[in-house]
């Protein structure tokens, strides 16, 4: 006999409509964690960068729209740690720490903010969700450009020139993926 879905209260985000348990939460963290490391392995790399485009980002918003700021924030800590601590699922198969490392830090706390943003009903609107996405890769730049800098001895126009500027289309059309993946799936609960 299958579980029910919860129907869609004030507050949530999508992770809530689970029955709650202590378990659905671990699963949903490691689980969370697993998505953005299989996530960098999408990456392709950009002439002249250090850095290479990645689902890493996307998944890394996504995981904490779903979840809400407290379970995706233990998810990109976990993929944070697991990475330092030698787990290959950082961009390319790589772990510990790198020139790039600042982008997962601000992965980590950009997870928090989108999905504080989601319990305030966010991830319920498609221009509401664009500006949670935007706002979640502001955070990420603002730690992961100037991290970038420090770590590869660049000055501060360099690393805009190399960690920012090449990956602001394909941030726009993750967003506007965003835009229409998480109000979608609202919508389809909703019906039920």
Same mark, same amino acid.
């Given at each position: 006999?299958?579980?029910?879905?919860?129907?869609?209260?004030? $507050?949530?985000?999508?992770?809530?409509?689970? /029955?709650? #348990?202590?378990?659905?939460?671990?699963?949903?963290? @490691?689980?969370?964690?697993?998505?953005?490391?299989?996530?960098?392995?999408? +990456?392709?790399?950009?002439?002249?960068?250090?850095?290479?485009?990645?689902?890493?980002?996307?998944?890394?918003?996504?995981?904490?729209?779903?979840?809400?700021?407290?379970?995706?924030?233990?998810?990109?800590?976990?993929?944070?740690? +697991? $990475? @330092?601590? $030698?787990? /290959?699922?950082?961009?390319?198969?790589?772990?510990?720490?790198?020139?790039?490392?600042?982008?997962? @830090?601000?992965?980590?706390?950009?997870?928090?903010?989108?999905?504080?943003?989601?319990? =305030?009903?966010?991830?319920? #609107? *498609?221009? =509401? *969700?664009?500006?949670? *996405?935007?706002?979640?890769?502001?955070?990420?730049?603002?730690?992961?450009?100037?991290?970038?800098? @420090?770590?590869?001895? *660049?000055?501060?126009?360099?690393?805009?020139?190399?960690?920012?500027?090449?990956?602001?289309?394909?941030?726009?059309?993750?967003? +506007?993926?965003?835009? $229409?993946?998480?109000?979608?799936?609202?919508?389809?609960?909703?019906?039920?």
């Amino acid at each position: 006999m299958a579980t029910a879905v919860a129907p869609a209260r004030p $507050g949530q985000v999508l992770a809530d409509l689970l /029955p709650a #348990s202590r378990v659905r939460d671990a699963a949903l963290v @490691l689980g969370g964690a697993g998505l953005v490391g299989i996530a960098a392995q999408i +990456a392709v790399p950009v002439p002249g960068s250090p850095v290479p485009v990645t689902g890493q980002t996307f998944a890394a918003l996504l995981v904490g729209t779903a979840l809400g700021a407290g379970r995706g924030l233990a998810a990109l800590v976990v993929y944070a740690l +697991a $990475g @330092l601590a $030698g787990v /290959p699922w950082f961009a390319e198969g790589g772990s510990g720490t790198s020139v790039s490392f600042g982008y997962i @830090l601000g992965m980590v706390l950009a997870s928090a903010v989108v999905g504080a943003l989601a319990r =305030r009903g966010a991830d319920r #609107s *498609m221009v =509401r *969700m664009a500006g949670a *996405m935007l706002l979640g890769e502001a955070i990420i730049y603002a730690i992961g450009v100037p991290y970038l800098a @420090l770590a590869a001895d *660049m000055s501060v126009s360099a690393a805009i020139a190399a960690g920012l500027t090449p990956f602001l289309i394909g941030d726009a059309l993750k967003a +506007a993926l965003a835009m $229409g993946v998480l109000p979608t799936a609202w919508k389809l609960l909703d019906k039920d």
